[in-house]
């Protein structure tokens, strides 16, 4: 399953995204966007059936900054992965892997 939400309401989306994560990742994304009531949030939720991973664009425009976070645990497992990331240096990736045909 996969879902994606264009911009996350400050009440609803996180409320909806809470009931769907699992225990052990669902209190660091809450904290997350719980910490900056100034940045608007974009989401990616995708699930199987070994592994959950979420994507999670922070856009601030007030402070002018775009940070790419990435949550991913897999069933059963107590602990979860983190990695965060500024837009622009994804996009340095992308373009990397681009012009060396990885993609």
Not at 59 to 88: I, V, W
């Amino acid at each position: 399953m996969t879902t994606i939400v264009q911009k996350m309401d400050p009440e609803t989306g996180a409320a909806d995204l809470r009931c769907r994560l699992p225990k052990q990742i669902r209190q660091a994304v809450m904290d997350l966007i719980e910490a900056d009531s100034g940045s608007d949030y974009f989401y990616k939720l995708l699930t199987d059936r070994a592994q959950i991973q979420l994507l999670l664009i922070e856009r601030n425009r007030k402070e002018n900054y775009a940070q790419c976070h990435c949550f991913s645990t897999d069933m059963g497992d107590p602990g979860y992965a983190y990695e965060s990331l500024p837009l622009s240096d994804v996009r340095v990736f992308a373009d990397m892997a681009d012009k060396l045909n990885l993609v």
